[in-house]
Structure formats: structure tokens, C-alpha cells
């Protein structure tokens, strides 16, 4: 089964940190003199069909896409695949097309990221 990817952004700067081991002891993430908010995926209340990952299964690779604009003030920052203790990133940037591959492992998961509607994620199976 695939790991979940942690999340967590500055309410005030919009800072993103990737969370590799969380911490115990209920101090927190801060940034800005801020508790850092963690990032629960598909919980905006957003067009779910514009920003949960798409994807396709071919010649042992998975294909992702996500049905979603590209442009300089909204847009999809970056495509996680995650499997077992890998994750596979692209980042992307306005006007590029939002897609990303990687080799296909059943039960992985997929985050996307939209600079405005936060985290979305699909399981693949």
C-alpha cells in the first residue's frame, strides 16, 4: 500500500512543506509565527472533475493527467505519484500541460496540487 504524503502550508505566505516525519510532541510546523495547516486532500469545496488526478495504465507505466487551466494566477504546481517509500514529482508551471509518468505499481496514489483549491488525491489500483 502506498504512503500518504504530508502536506502542510503557511496560512499567511502560502509556504509548502513536504513532511517526511511528523513531529510527536504536538509543537507544530510554524511559519510566519503561525501553526502550519495540514493539507487534507479533495476536502475544497472546488470542481472535483478539475482537479482529481486522471489516469491510464500502458506498457507497465502509469500516465497521469489532470483536467485543469494553466494559467499565470491558477494553475497545478505539481503531480506526485507515490509508492511504497517512493514519490515521483513533476513540477509544472503555467502553460504547460498537466501531466506526469511513472512506472505502474498497484495501490499507489496520486496528489495534485492547485496553487488556489489546494491538495486533490486518487488511489490507483
Avoid at 68 to 80: G, K
Avoid at 92 to 121: D, F
Wanted: charged share 30%; net charge neutral; glycine share 6%.
Amino acid at each position: 500500500m502506498a504512503e500518504k504524503l504530508l502536506i502542510k502550508r503557511c496560512v499567511k505566505c502560502g509556504a509548502l512543506v513536504k513532511v517526511l516525519k511528523d513531529c510527536k510532541c504536538q509543537c507544530g510546523f510554524q511559519c510566519c509565527g503561525e501553526e502550519m495547516k495540514e493539507l487534507v486532500p479533495n476536502s475544497v469545496d472546488a470542481a472535483v472533475e478539475k482537479h482529481v488526478p486522471e489516469y491510464e495504465v500502458k506498457d507497465g507505466k502509469i500516465f497521469v493527467k489532470v483536467n485543469h487551466v494553466m494559467d499565470e494566477d491558477h494553475y497545478i504546481e505539481w503531480i506526485s505519484i507515490v509508492f511504497g517509500d517512493k514519490v515521483v514529482t513533476t513540477y509544472l508551471k503555467p502553460g504547460q500541460e498537466t501531466v506526469a509518468h511513472c512506472k505502474y505499481v498497484p495501490g499507489s496514489t496520486i496528489y495534485a496540487y492547485c496553487n488556489k483549491h489546494e491538495l486533490w488525491k486518487k488511489d490507483v489500483v
